[in-house]
T-cell receptor, first 113, second 111 residues
Framework: DADVTQTPRNRITKTGKRIMLECSQTKGHDRMYWYRQDPGLGLRLIYYSFDVKDINKGEISDGYSVSRQAQAKFSLSLESAIPNQTALYFC????????????FGSGTRLTVV | GIQVEQSPPDLILQEGANSTLRCNFS?????LQWFHQNPWGQLINLFY???GTKQNGRLSATTVATERYSLLYISSSQTTDSGVYFCAVGEAMDSSYKLIFGSGTRLLVRP
């Protein structure tokens, strides 16, 4: 099984719908992140979490919300999807205190029509 | 905020050739990582290298933090090395370990 699992892998949704992307990890890392990648660009940070009680906004949090249900689970919601939220979404974990860099999930390809 | 610039933006190599990818950053960092995104979109962590030199097989990386750059070396390139290489940094005064990504170097290795 993958260390960081994202579901779904692909999703097509309509404008205005609420959608949730889920991420779970088996690495035991405290820190989890949601990033967005647009074609031809690098990744931009949406939200990050240090632990279950700590949620922080990234550079592009408008239109998104998150929930850290447990140390191992971090979900991203689009409350009312719009077409410019069409992108590839990545969840990641890290434990740099122990020298481990980021581990990314396989990504969720979201299309809003 | 910190700026991350990668060069070259695109690179085409013949299989077996060597290459050097560069990452410049605008401020002090406590965290620098190199990633490979394969043609299927998967992101693989290559190196966590805020300073110094590391090697992993045909890949090696060097970060000179005082001069604000990092280099990724690919030797004896293979077609499976194709994809996009991202450099990402974390600001020195930021304890969150969140990363700021460069725009990437797109590498194509031809057989």
């Amino acid at each position: 099984d993958a260390d960081v699992t994202q579901t779904p892998r692909n999703r097509i949704t309509k404008t205005g719908k609420r959608i949730m992307l889920e991420c779970s990890q088996t690495k035991g890392h405290d820190r989890m992140y949601w990033y967005r990648q647009d074609p031809g660009l690098g990744l931009r940070l949406i939200y990050y979490s240090f632990d279950v009680k700590d949620i922080n906004k990234g550079e592009i949090s408008d239109g998104y919300s998150v929930s850290r249900q447990a140390q191992a689970k971090f979900s991203l919601s689009l409350e009312s999807a719009i077409p410019n939220q069409t992108a590839l979404y990545f969840c990641a974990t890290s434990d740099l205190a122990r020298g481990y860099g980021y581990t990314f999930g396989s990504g969720t390809r979201l299309t809003v029509v | 905020g910190i700026q991350v610039e990668q060069s070259p933006p695109d690179l085409i190599l013949q299989e077996g050739a060597n290459s050097t990818l560069r990452c410049n950053f605008s401020d002090s960092v406590n965290n620098l990582q190199w990633f490979h995104q394969n043609p299927w979109g998967q992101l693989i962590n290559l190196f966590y290298i805020p300073s110094g030199t590391k090697q992993n097989g045909r890949l090696s990386a060097t970060t000179v933090a005082t001069e604000r750059y990092s280099l990724l070396y690919i030797s004896s390139s293979q077609t499976t090395d194709s994809g996009v290489y991202f450099c990402a940094v974390g600001e020195a005064m930021d304890s969150s370990y969140k990363l700021i990504f460069g725009s990437g170097t797109r590498l194509l290795v031809r057989p």
